[in-house]
């Protein structure tokens, strides 16, 4: 069964770091594009960074570019959200999830499965 | 960047109703174009990519449909199981963007 199992989340003051870690399992990890969105309070769905399955090809949004850095340790079937100089608005649950794959398609654009979240609250 | 807007922002509909939810793009996306539902306490799951493919595992009940700047997700008789936050996502320029959600709630 795939899995995706986010920690890492807490509360932090603002200006603070945190480091997110999404530990995958039943697939073969180093073959998958990985993302990580959030969720803020009553508000939609926000894309934040995508990581290639080598790990050589990243993309942020830019609502976080300059502050997060997105990594992942293959060996380890681990991808990592680093969050540096958190505001407030930065305050959500934090889903990863894999890019999807099925037989028809073969390797996609689209996420799928995500994993349950983890909370971070940014206040003072 | 381009823009997602989805309506209605909420539909209330009863079980065995047909729901139609529509997502409108600022500009072409192509086939760029995903379905997703969320449930509270459950992690988003796709539902339909490329507008009109169903993911592993959907039922047939649920459809996509529409081209360039108009899309639509269709229910076609809704299970109790269906009530739920549905967005759409859509992919250019090396980054994604969803839209705000439509909620599909019980009358």
């Known amino acids: 069964e795939v899995q995706l199992v986010e920690s890492g989340g807490g509360l932090v003051q603002p200006g603070g770091s945190l480091r997110l870690s999404c530990a995958a399992s039943?697939?073969?990890?180093?073959?998958?594009?990985m993302k990580w969105v959030r969720q803020a309070p009553g508000k939609g769905l926000e894309w934040i960074s995508h990581?290639?399955?080598?790990?050589?090809?990243?993309y942020y949004a830019d609502s976080v570019k300059g502050r997060f850095t997105i990594s992942r340790d293959n060996a380890k079937n681990t991808v990592y959200l680093q969050m540096n100089s958190l505001r407030a608005e930065d305050t959500a649950v934090y889903h990863c999830?894999?890019?999807?794959?099925?037989?028809?398609?073969?390797?996609?654009?689209?996420?799928?499965?995500w994993g349950q979240g983890t909370l971070v609250i940014v206040s003072s | 960047e381009i823009v997602l807007t989805q309506f209605p922002a909420t539909l209330s509909l009863s079980p065995g109703e047909r729901a139609t939810l529509s997502c409108r793009a600022s500009?072409?996306?192509?086939?760029?174009l995903a379905w997703y539902q969320h449930k509270p306490g459950l992690p988003p799951r796709l539902l339909i990519y490329?507008?009109?493919n169903r993911a592993t595992g959907i039922p047939a009940r649920f459809s996509g449909s529409g081209s360039g700047t108009d899309f639509t997700l269709s229910i076609s008789s809704l299970e109790p199981e269906d009530f739920a936050v549905y967005y759409c996502?859509?992919?250019?320029?090396?980054?994604?963007?969803f839209g705000q959600g439509t909620k599909v709630e019980i009358k």
């Open positions: 490329g507008v009109s």
């Open positions: 500009q072409s996306v192509g086939t760029y």
């Open positions: 996502q859509q992919r250019s320029n090396l980054l994604w963007t």
């Open positions: 999830a894999r890019q999807y794959y099925d037989s028809w398609v073969g390797f996609s654009n689209w996420f799928d499965p």
């Open positions: 039943g697939f073969t990890f180093s073959d998958f594009n």
């Open positions: 990581i290639s399955n080598s790990g050589k090809t990243i």
